[in-house]
């Protein structure tokens, strides 16, 4: 509740005063609010990092950590939110155990509200996260989290934006996909450890292109 009112207390400050994000940017509380909003809105110049972090998830139904099969080449880095140089890679068979995830979103998405739906009103624009519950969008507007049933079409992969309002059933339009990475916490049995990234690559919801066994408990 106090994470919620402070990220609020961040984004007025912000639209206030876009010069404040140099002196907020730096507060752990303060970071997911004040990320998101700057990739939406450009109210802070430069390079910013990730917009949106969850630490601890395993994101999707059925998730499990614990003993993983790679079949597919993954490099593994020393720290989340490495690029290069890896640490050292994976290979098809190896077995390795899965401690935790952060789920990292690296670029928000968009949805501009085209007819009052629930508790958004038209003309809202929406900053989307991730898929959440059944059928259900974790969004944010003015400081705050909701859980929302999906109102819009989902953009498919370089789909173009919808620039034009949408028609029914649709109340809304998505003109900017997230685009997420899920990090993952591994160790091997020769004691080696380090950070996996798993991109995203769902129109909806989660689907990782590195084919791990064990990952899915419903599989």
Known sequence: MLEGAVRGAALKA??????ACHTL??????VAAVWAFASANDACAGPLP??????????????QFGQWVIRSPIPVYARRGETR????????????RAETGDLVIDRVG??????TVGEFSR????????????????????????????????????????????????????????RMTWWVRISTAGGMTG?????????????????????????
Request: with cysteine; charged share 25%; aromatic share 12%.
């Open 195 to 219: 950070w996996i990234p798993l991109r995203n690559t769902a129109t909806y919801c989660y689907e990782f292109g590195d084919k791990i066994d064990g990952m899915d408990a419903c599989k």
């Open 50 to 63: 990730p917009s949106y972090v969850e630490t601890g998830v395993c994101p999707f139904e059925c998730c």
């Open 110 to 115: 968009r949805v501009v509200v085209d007819e």
């Open 25 to 30: 940017r730096h507060s752990r509380l303060l």
């Open 85 to 96: 140089p890896a640490k050292f890679k994976l290979s098809p068979g190896d077995t390795v």
């Open 123 to 178: 003309g809202d624009t929406l900053i989307a996260l991730h898929c959440g519950r059944e059928e259900g969008f974790l969004v944010w507007k003015d400081g705050d989290f909701h859980y929302t049933d999906i109102f819009w079409p989902m953009l498919e992969t370089g789909e173009a934006p919808n620039t034009q309002p949408s028609a029914k059933p649709y109340a809304g339009r998505m003109i900017e996909r997230p």
């Open 14 to 19: 912000m639209i206030s005063n876009p010069a």
